[in-house]
């Protein structure tokens, strides 16, 4: 059906929230995604301001030949297209969240931030399995997995939900865990939302008044010594460490702290939730490389995890490559050096190796679909778009990246969360996406429900 025949006021009519059609005031911002490089052309924008509106609108979408793709930021929207046909259907004005310090639970709906998850908890020396940034969305980072702070001590985010609320592609609401319809259950922790839309998640949330944590800091010039120091040492630290070391360029621009201004540096960044004594210890091996350029580490509030990485909270033309590597070999970290190490200039803000492992291999709490995941470390680049020129630039290096990669990648290459613009068979085992695929298929035959990912 052409989208200009619809008549969106039956919509606008039935739900307490907005619809903002496109040629209308207002579309042009409604439109926008946290990603700016999206650009997203949805004939009808939804502002859902309750569950119900969810559900009027799948409703509405399935009798007037539309699809519907959820979105709380649009942190992981630069995969969307142009969503002709489809309408834009924003959870954020969904941002409840409450907490049970009893059941060490949270229900958190499905447009709220982990920023908006931290403070609650942290009332009852709780923490969620957020990410390194507390600004990323709950839902998206958690239906695609989700590797936080505490993922090697915890797992997979998506491993800790306990139940999701949902409005499947019949328009009707349901309520799925362990029991009630475990094919979805499994599908839902970490295959990427689809075939339903999530209203709202019970997720685990863990002890943590206080962790030790933050960065130590080199000029670029020295990466070489600090690379080799880090692989050696992630050799021995326990699961309560998670760590990334990076590569970073920092622009030339005044919203920039003075002393990163301009600065190429090479930065370990860590979070340990053990004492403040057993910390010190671990990370003496690191400090003793060379005299850090800047030194942060020091125990912190459990709320402050989410800010520690100083990821950015503005919107911006972001794009961002993954590799899994099998192993931390000395081989990956050369390859790592030689793309963006001393003597070169990649478009790249940022290229980190992340170390995983731990639990996040277990089978054990079961992981759903996410895992278990047999790689010890990820590969992250991320750059600026911000001209077309620049776009292709980032774009040519995060291919370079791939192809120096590539021969220490396994049969799981990349991470949803970290990757939507691969296809999912890059980020599982075959027969996981075969089996998210019946389910999509046997639960929304028709593909009312969209996704930032697709199978092939
Ligand atoms: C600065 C930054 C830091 C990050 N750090 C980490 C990190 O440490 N660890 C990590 O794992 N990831 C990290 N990410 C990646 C992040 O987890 C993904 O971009 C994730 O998709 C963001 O979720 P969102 O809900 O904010 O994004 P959105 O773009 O709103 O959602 C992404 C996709 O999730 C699905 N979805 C969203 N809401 C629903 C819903 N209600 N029902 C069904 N499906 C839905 C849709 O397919 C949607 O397209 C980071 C990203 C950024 C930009």
Redesign the pocket.
């Known amino acids: 059906m052409s989208t200009a025949a619809v008549d969106h006021t039956p919509l606008r009519a039935a739900i307490a929230g907005d619809v903002v059609a496109r040629g209308e005031p207002g579309w042009e911002a409604a439109r926008q995604?946290?990603?700016l490089t999206a650009d997203q052309r949805p004939p009808l924008v939804v502002f859902a301001e309750a569950v119900d509106d969810?559900a009027a609108t799948v409703r509405f979408a399935s009798a007037n030949g539309l699809k519907v793709?959820?979105?709380?930021?649009?942190?992981?929207?630069t995969?969307?297209g142009d969503l002709a046909g489809t309408i834009l259907l924003k959870?954020s004005r969904l941002t409840a969240v409450s907490v049970d310090p009893a059941a060490r639970t949270a229900t958190v709906q499905?447009?709220a931030?982990w920023s908006d998850v931290v403070a609650p908890a942290a009332a009852h020396d709780l923490v969620g399995l957020?990410?390194?940034?507390a600004?990323?969305?709950?839902?998206?980072?958690t239906?695609?997995?989700?590797?936080?702070?505490l993922s090697r001590r915890e797992g997979f985010?998506s491993t800790h939900v306990r139940a999701f609320d949902?409005i499947g592609a019949d328009g009707e609401a349901h309520r799925i865990d362990a029991a009630s319809d475990p094919d979805l259950f499994w599908a839902l922790r970490g295959g990427?939302?689809?075939p339903?839309?999530?209203?709202s998640f019970e997720l685990e949330l863990f002890e943590l008044r206080e962790a030790f944590g933050g960065a130590l800091m080199w000029p670029i010039e020295q990466a070489e010594e600090v690379v080799e120091a880090y692989r050696e040492w992630t050799a021995s630290v326990p699961v309560e460490l998670t760590s990334t070391i990076k590569l970073l360029r920092f622009p030339s621009l005044p919203t920039v702290a003075d002393r990163l201004r301009g600065r190429a540096l090479v930065s370990i960044l860590l979070v340990f939730t053990g004492t403040e004594e057993r910390a010190e210890d671990l990370v003496a091996p690191l400090r003793a490389v060379a005299k850090p350029y800047l030194d942060t580490l020091a125990m912190v509030p459990g709320s402050a995890l989410g800010q520690l990485?100083g990821?950015?909270?503005n919107p911006?033309p972001?794009l961002?490559h993954a590799v899994l590597l099998d192993r931390m070999s000395r081989e990956a970290t050369e390859a790592f050096l030689a793309l963006a190490g001393p003597g070169t200039d990649p478009p790249l803000t940022s290229v980190e190796i992340?170390l995983l492992g731990g639990a996040l291999g277990e089978a054990d709490p079961d992981p759903g679909a996410a895992g278990p995941l047999d790689a010890e470390g990820l590969v992250y680049a991320?750059g600026a778009a911000t001209s077309r020129e620049a776009e292709e630039h980032v774009l040519a290096t995060m291919r370079e990246l791939g192809d120096r990669f590539a021969p220490f990648s396994g049969q799981r290459d990349t991470?949803?969360?970290?990757d939507?613009l691969r296809p999912m068979r890059d980020a599982f085992a075959p027969e996981v996406v075969d089996r998210l695929e019946a389910i999509t298929r046997e639960r929304d035959p028709d593909g009312l429900?969209?996704?930032?990912?697709v199978a092939d």
């Open positions: 995604a946290w990603n969810v793709a959820p979105q709380s930021t649009g942190h992981g929207a995969s969307m959870t499905a447009g931030l957020h990410g390194f940034a600004g990323v969305g709950v839902a998206g980072y239906l695609g997995g989700g590797i936080g702070w985010a949902v990427g939302g689809r339903v839309i999530v209203t990485a990821d950015p909270t911006l972001a961002g992340r991320a991470i949803l969360t970290f939507e429900l969209v996704a930032n990912h």
